[in-house]
């Protein structure tokens, strides 16, 4: 039976920051509407957590069963190490996106949006799906896409939707930065495991595009947020800002363009994680203040 420390490590701390950045920068965005209700803001902070939870234990289940977690590099995976059965982790990835459903039907009817639990569907059924079913989507190299629209554009402008009853620019902007933050860390993380994912025939957007074409790509994903501060800031000047979170980008960009492999990607992981944070902090501060 695994331990709570074993199922801390389990839920994947260090993708936290792929759910609480996108709801700070959409918070920021809808103060700058005049639109702020904490409440509803606390809500899609629980939903996005729950959600990011729920396909991570979802990830453990499918990919434990299969048996592709056998052989990783990276964290514990609970089935895949044997440390839980495959039935606990998933009554815990079902129970995580459950809440999540509720939660995310809460802010619907709070906010009045009916037509967005079309989208709540869509980032639930994504959430199962990446990994799970007969054909998933991740297996064939979607997951980058599957996180740059659910956790970047799903995830940033729904927080200023439910909020503001619209978007902005600097809202649209804000959240492809996110996306690509949030699609940087899974371009890590899959660029780690390249060699064991084409071993277990798991075709990953990393192991069709190859280590020299996924490094070119974290790369990008790393430059197109700063791209887009320096874009907003004719409007807004005070986000550039922002720019200090580059410091932080430092570290990991050295790793991936010096060849880093295996254990030495994992703190990428984090590390993404964190520039991702800094820049949505930083990002909402100052547009709230605008």
Same mark, same amino acid.
């Given at each position: 039976?695994?331990?709570?420390?074993?199922?801390?490590?389990?839920?994947?701390?260090?993708?936290?920051?792929?759910?609480?950045?996108?709801?700070? #920068?959409? $918070?920021?965005?809808?103060? *700058?509407?005049?639109?702020?209700?904490?409440?509803?803001?606390?809500?899609?902070?629980?939903?996005?957590?729950?959600?990011?939870?729920? $396909?991570?234990?979802?990830?453990?289940?499918?990919?434990?069963?299969?048996?592709?977690?056998?052989?990783? &590099?990276? /964290?514990?995976?609970?089935?895949? %190490?044997?440390?839980? @059965? /495959?039935?606990? $982790?998933?009554?815990?990835?079902?129970?995580?996106?459950? &809440?999540?459903?509720?939660?995310?039907?809460?802010?619907?009817?709070?906010?009045?949006?009916?037509?967005?639990?079309?989208?709540?569907?869509?980032?639930?059924?994504? #959430?199962?799906?990446?990994?799970?079913?007969?054909?998933?989507?991740?297996? &064939?190299?979607?997951?980058?896409?599957?996180?740059?629209?659910?956790?970047?554009?799903?995830?940033?402008?729904?927080?200023?939707?439910? *909020?503001?009853?619209?978007?902005?620019? /600097?809202?649209?902007?804000?959240?492809?930065? &996110?996306?690509?933050?949030?699609?940087?860390?899974?371009?890590?993380?899959?660029?780690?495991? +390249?060699?064991?994912?084409? *071993?277990?025939?798991?075709?990953?957007?990393?192991?069709?595009?190859?280590? #020299?074409?996924?490094?070119?790509?974290?790369?990008?994903?790393? !430059?197109?947020?700063?791209?887009?501060? +320096?874009?907003?800031?004719?409007?807004?000047?005070?986000?550039?800002? !922002?720019?200090?979170?580059?410091?932080?980008?430092?570290? @990991?960009?050295? $790793?991936?363009? %010096?060849?880093?492999?295996?254990?030495?990607?994992? @703190?990428?992981?984090?590390?993404?994680?964190?520039?991702?944070?800094?820049?949505?902090?930083?990002?909402?501060?100052?547009?709230?203040?605008?």
């Amino acid at each position: 039976m695994a331990t709570v420390t074993e199922w801390i490590e389990g839920a994947r701390p260090r993708t936290l920051p792929n759910a609480v950045a996108p709801v700070l #920068a959409g $918070v920021g965005a809808a103060i *700058q509407l005049g639109a702020f209700s904490w409440w509803r803001s606390l809500l899609a902070l629980l939903v996005a957590l729950s959600l990011i939870v729920g $396909v991570n234990f979802a990830n453990d289940y499918s990919d434990g069963i299969r048996g592709t977690d056998e052989n990783r &590099v990276g /964290p514990l995976r609970l089935v895949g %190490s044997g440390a839980a @059965p /495959p039935k606990s $982790v998933l009554a815990a990835a079902l129970g995580c996106l459950g &809440v999540a459903g509720v939660l995310g039907l809460l802010l619907v009817i709070a906010s009045g949006r009916w037509w967005l639990l079309a989208m709540g569907a869509a980032c639930v059924l994504g #959430a199962w799906f990446y990994t799970g079913g007969r054909k998933p989507y991740g297996y &064939v190299g979607f997951g980058e896409l599957a996180v740059f629209v659910f956790f970047g554009l799903a995830a940033v402008l729904g927080t200023v939707y439910v *909020q503001a009853g619209t978007i902005s620019l /600097p809202a649209l902007g804000a959240a492809v930065a &996110v996306g690509c933050f949030s699609t940087g860390v899974l371009t890590a993380n899959n660029l780690r495991d +390249i060699p064991t994912d084409r *071993q277990v025939g798991k075709n990953t957007l990393a192991v069709r595009l190859g280590d #020299a074409g996924t490094r070119r790509l974290y790369l990008a994903l790393m !430059a197109v947020p700063y791209v887009i501060t +320096i874009l907003l800031a004719p409007a807004h000047p005070a986000v550039l800002t !922002a720019l200090i979170s580059a410091i932080l980008v430092i570290r @990991p960009v050295r $790793v991936v363009t %010096s060849g880093g492999t295996g254990p030495r990607l994992i @703190p990428v992981l984090r590390d993404t994680g964190l520039v991702m944070l800094a820049w949505s902090v930083l990002t909402a501060i100052t547009l709230a203040l605008s």
